[in-house]
């Protein structure tokens, strides 16, 4: 069984999150530093509420981040991928409620100008700056315990770069 796809049991222990790998006209994908980690860089994601959908929570939260909306679906990941924090994040993250995230990732091409892109303009920033990047370089500018969720990303979702 491969450790990165989440089953049912693993919702009791992960958080339920969606995201999203934003590309554009020219192939590359859209990848933020985090504010509140300096080097560490991610794609939009963030937590499912309640009875939300999480191709719907995928759209809110690259809206929420990244203040895009100007895009359209181009896949869906066919499992949720899963992660553990690590343990001096463990009991920081969500007061030690959860073991990592379990996520469902989306591909959207971006429709807008680059213009459009403001990580400090949204309510609550969770980047600091932005750039787009060969998909071949995502999984080296993630945190060590996402990368092989961004690896396997990369390989579900090269064919929907061009």
């Given at each position: 069984?491969n450790?990165?796809?989440?089953s ?7 958080r ?9 006209e020219s192939g590359?994908?859209?990848v ?11 794609m939009p994601?963030?937590?499912i ?5 999480p191709?719907a929570?995928?759209?809110?939260e ?8 100007n895009?359209?679906f ?6 949720w991928l ?11 993250s969500w007061?030690?409620r959860w073991?990592g995230?379990m ?18 303009g949204?309510?609550?920033?969770e980047?600091?700056?932005w ?7 995502v999984?080296?500018l ?7 969720v961004?690896?396997?990303l990369?390989?579900?979702?090269r064919?929907?770069?061009?």
């Amino acid at each position: 069984m491969n450790p990165l796809i989440a089953s049912e049991a693993d919702a009791a222990f992960y958080r339920p999150c969606a995201g999203i790998m934003l590309i554009n006209e020219s192939g590359c994908v859209w990848v933020g530093e985090r504010i509140d980690f300096p080097g560490a860089w991610q794609m939009p994601q963030g937590g499912i509420n309640i009875g939300e959908d999480p191709r719907a929570a995928a759209l809110r939260e690259l809206e929420e981040e990244t203040a895009v909306s100007n895009v359209i679906f181009l896949a869906e990941a066919p499992d949720w991928l899963k992660y553990e924090f690590p343990p001096e994040l463990r009991g920081r993250s969500w007061k030690g409620r959860w073991r990592g995230q379990m996520q469902k990732w989306f591909a959207y091409r971006h429709l807008g100008d680059d213009n459009e892109i403001d990580v400090m303009g949204v309510d609550m920033p969770e980047f600091r700056r932005w750039q787009w990047v060969d998909l071949d370089d995502v999984p080296r500018l993630i945190v060590e315990f996402k990368r092989p969720v961004y690896e396997a990303l990369v390989k579900t979702f090269r064919r929907h770069l061009g």
